[in-house]
């Protein structure tokens, strides 16, 4: 069967990725990432937008072009167009040095080939000697791309005995990074979401999943990590994956219900299985993305969802679900306290980081405590309460190190914490002095769970090792993998301790073991040109069909895009004329943006479809089996889409694979 190549919704995550400027690590001795002050706005302000860099992630020695597209209303030239890289503001070129059109827009370029591993800041900054603008940047610059050293071609699922310090079981997943692992409380059962799979294990084999789901059109590697969380008993799993929030049983991978919404970093699930929550990305200007969504899971539709000007990174149940707590990102950098009653939140927080995210939070069984982890400047770990906005304690971690790793003891009374220096801390909630702290040497630590009882911490990172460290014993034990430790969950009962290796956290940082290591590069290496990217993604989209048949680009998804997002923006200028709201600029950009690319691509599937061969007319029977081709494939049993055990027997056998 021809593979199912989704464009739309690639198109969405790309689109979205390359105009969030989200800076995900500040670091003191780096000026590059530092908060810039915002640029006074004029009428004369010429535009930049599109502004990313290509490939989005990969190998040192690579060539990486950094490129956004300057525009002016009365066209005007530009007097400079220059990107701010790594602290250096420098001239950029003109990709095609005839083009000077620029009331329609020229893109300009820089090209780097770097030969160290370690984080890129940049922005764009353009003038037209009356008015000056940027892209790629909120309160501090954009970062990448993702560099490794490796190849990252060896990701797997393992479980290790906690009490013999050794790996016992393990499951190669290859290139598939893994977003999410979960264990139920006595370790029998194993969830884990990977770029484009959700496994459930009976442990401790590994050998093959009880089940699996496939997303076919999901890509590997990408700034929204998903997830996976699982009730006490195994019988329900939610997991994140692509632009749904997926919620299934125990004995089969047909999930109870797909929820749609923006790509979400992290999920949860009440102890027993009643309810769930979410946390996703999304833009400010959007009052249906950025949001920390909650559901009763008997039931499809939320219960209530809460919109911030931030990604929520973060999202944490109390055991019963009566309260759901959540982190934020740029440029909102709040921790939020609800309660499953309502969205109006119980606690909302003062910014508690100057320009990056607050990467996690976590809430006590009973609710009543939650520990959040952050940047540092004024404290990395954080202690709230149920009652006030103020921490009770914070605890500033040493040369600002950022905390990305954190967890809480269902008693509320331990915290782990891990840094970016290799620093590992355990608190007792009754102070900010640590109870114990270890010292990893020359990593950054990404990946952290604490056992329910604060008995002992694993944690992982950039070394592509976990280490285990006992409460009260300074020696810790190691256990070797061959990528980085991205995903850590202790069981309960502690019986087993699960690991998924990945990428990075976020898409756009880079884990820099070696970070002053310089690479020779003999040879530069080449990616595939950008424009090729584009075209692969617009002309291998075909819906999956019968066997060595066509199938026709979804031009018609494409033309609905292009009127939906023209008559938008037409109604969008209309309020503006009747109530006299201010223009925003952001939101005619992309709805404009979305405007020409959808008929841009509506026009490229008109000539792709009108230029392939015919198929021989169908069968009824032919007819039946592929009369929702969009939809027949993707596991989810649809019968309001026409889709029965007889048309979809792969969506509906009612059975895992």
């Known amino acids: 069967m021809k593979k199912i190549l989704l464009f739309l919704p690639i198109f969405f995550f790309i689109f979205t990725s390359i105009t969030w400027a989200e800076v995900k690590e500040y670091t003191p001795d780096a000026p590059a990432g530092r908060m810039i002050p915002k640029l006074p706005q004029t009428p004369n302000d010429p535009e930049l937008f599109n502004g990313r860099v290509y490939p989005f992630w990969g190998p040192v020695c690579q060539r990486y072009t950094y490129s956004v597209i300057y525009k002016d209303k009365e066209g005007r030239p530009p007097e400079y167009i220059q990107i701010y890289f790594n602290g250096k503001m420098i001239d950029m070129e003109k990709e095609n040095p005839e083009d000077n059109d620029y009331k329609k827009g020229v893109r300009y370029e820089y090209k780097y080939v770097p030969n160290k591993l370690g984080s890129n800041f940049y922005y764009f900054e353009a003038s037209n000697g009356l008015g000056k603008v940027r892209d790629s940047i909120i309160d501090s610059p954009d970062n990448g791309p993702v560099l490794f050293e490796s190849a990252f ?3 797997e699922i393992a479980l290790i005995d906690p009490n013999l310090g ?9 290139e598939e990074w893994i977003g999410g692992i979960a264990l139920s409380d006595d370790g029998k059962y194993l969830a884990a979401k990977t770029s484009k799979h959700i496994y459930l294990f009976a ?3 590994l050998e093959k999943p009880l089940w699996e789901f496939n ?33 299934f049983e125990r004995k089969n991978n047909q999930p109870l219900w797909a929820y749609e919404t923006d790509n979400s970093y992290n999920v949860a699930i009440s102890r027993d299985g009643r309810y769930a929550g979410a946390a996703t990305a999304g833009e400010e200007s959007n009052v249906n993305s950025n949001l920390l969504i909650f559901w009763e899971t008997k039931n499809q539709k939320p219960l209530w969802q809460y919109h911030s000007s931030g990604n929520f990174h973060d999202v944490s149940l109390s055991q019963d679900g009566q309260f759901v707590a959540g982190s934020t990102g740029c440029p909102d950098r709040k921790f939020y306290l609800f309660s499953r009653q309502s969205n109006e939140p ?7 980081t100057r320009d990056s995210p607050v990467h996690r939070a976590k809430i006590s069984a009973d609710g009543l405590l939650a520990a959040v982890g952050s940047e540092s400047d004024g404290g990395a770990v954080f202690l709230f309460s149920q009652s006030s906005s103020k921490p009770i304690w914070q605890f500033p971690t040493p040369n600002g190190s950022s905390v990305r790793a954190l967890n809480f003891t269902p008693d509320g009374n331990y915290i782990g914490a891990a840094t970016f220096l290799g620093d590992v801390y355990l608190f007792s909630k009754e102070n900010n002095q640590p109870l114990d702290h270890w010292q990893v040497q020359n990593t950054a630590l990404g990946g952290l769970d604490i056992a329910d009882d604060g008995s002992f911490i694993a944690t992982g990172g950039i070394d592509n090792k976990v280490h285990l460290f006992e409460k009260g014993v300074q020696t810790g034990k190691e256990i070797t993998f061959n990528e980085y430790v991205e995903e850590i969950d202790i069981a309960a009962n502690s019986k087993y301790v699960a690991v998924g290796t990945g990428g990075s956290v976020y898409f756009f940082e880079s884990f820099a073991k070696d970070e002053g290591k310089v690479f020779p590069c003999p040879t530069i290496i080449e990616p595939e040109p950008e424009s090729e990217m584009w075209g692969q993604l617009m002309n291998g989209g075909e819906f999956d069909g019968k066997e060595g048949e066509p199938v026709k680009l979804p031009g018609m998804l494409t033309g609905f895009g292009f009127i939906g997002s023209t008559l938008a923006l037409g109604i969008y200028f209309l309020i503006i004329k009747l109530k006299k709201f201010p223009k925003n600029k952001i939101i005619i950009i992309i709805l404009a943006t979305l405007s020409g690319l959808f008929l841009i691509t509506s026009i490229v599937f008109a000539i792709l479809n009108k230029n392939r061969p015919q198929t021989q007319p169908q069968t009824g029977a032919e007819q039946k089996e592929v009369a929702n081709p969009g939809v027949c494939g993707n596991e989810l049993c649809e019968p309001s889409l026409g889709e029965t055990k007889e048309s979809c027997p792969k969506d509906c056998s009612g059975g895992g694979d």
């Open 203 to 205: 442990t401790p084999n």
């Open 346 to 352: 119980l606690v909302k927080t003062d910014q508690l």
């Open 215 to 247: 997303c076919e059109p999901c890509m590997i590697g990408g700034d929204v990590k998903g997830g996976v969380a699982i009730s006490g008993d195994g019988e329900k799993i939610i997991a994140a994956i692509g632009n749904r929030v997926l919620l």
């Open 166 to 174: 050794q790996k016992v079981a393990s499951f190669p997943t290859k």
């Open 153 to 155: 071609d060896k990701n």
